[in-house]
């Protein structure tokens, strides 16, 4: 007798937006996401104070306002409201192509965690924040003994309950090694190809200054969660 593995639906995952000034590009990430297939879409502001929230308001979709601070913020407010069994975390500034979703919900039940590594597209990262997230990635894997190849990415899915257990400390763009290191030392997390497409809007991550807080996050983290290796390498 032949068993057929059932995957995730659509109607499964919910769509998390962190915005924060993203007027030139919302309103776009909205439609595709929809045309995609997607109804269950939330938008976690971070008080902006341009158009953003009447935009994304005005194409139909549930606005909620962070509490804290940063990206970290905008996770911790979006669990406390998704109510599927998956959330799809993707940034608002148009670089991700929500038709690459459904390369996520093929494995959404096996893992924890499942990361977007940005295979296609990279012409679109500034060649400097390539490098940075060369680095960073490589780092994180010696310290976490993993083996990803996009840690940075702003796009990943991730198991609900699980994240709700989860303990975040960090406050900005180095939420999303923070949360990879935890699902990485469970050994549920895992990577799909995704596209990287041209960003709308202001960029918002400051290469030298976001880079150098990352890599200090990384060590901090290996501390907690992969003391054993950190200090094996150093001596």
Known sequence: ??????????????????????????????QETKQAGYQNILIVDGYS??????IAESNGCFVVFQHSKGKCG???????????PYMLVMDGDCTYDPKDIENFLAHAEKYDQ???????????????????????????????????SDVCSGMYLINTNVARQLELNTRG???????????AMRGMVTEVPIAYRRRLGRQKLSGWKHGFQIIRA???LARTYNPALLFSGLV
């Open 1 to 30: 007798m032949r068993c057929f593995h059932v995957l995730a639906s659509k109607d499964d995952v919910t769509i998390v937006i962190p915005t924060l000034n993203e007027e030139e590009a919302i309103g776009q990430v909205i």
């Open 49 to 54: 104070v341009d158009r953003t929230v009447k």
């Open 74 to 84: 905008a996770i911790e407010t979006a669990v406390e409201n998704v109510t599927t």
């Open 114 to 148: 499942i990361i977007g590594a940005r295979a296609n597209g990279r012409g679109n990262i500034p060649h400097f924040n390539r490098f940075g997230n060369w680095l960073i990635t490589n780092t994180f894997n010696l310290l976490m003994a993993s083996k990803l």
């Open 173 to 183: 763009f180095d939420v999303e090694v923070e949360i990879a290191a935890q699902t």
């Open 218 to 220: 990384i060590f901090g």
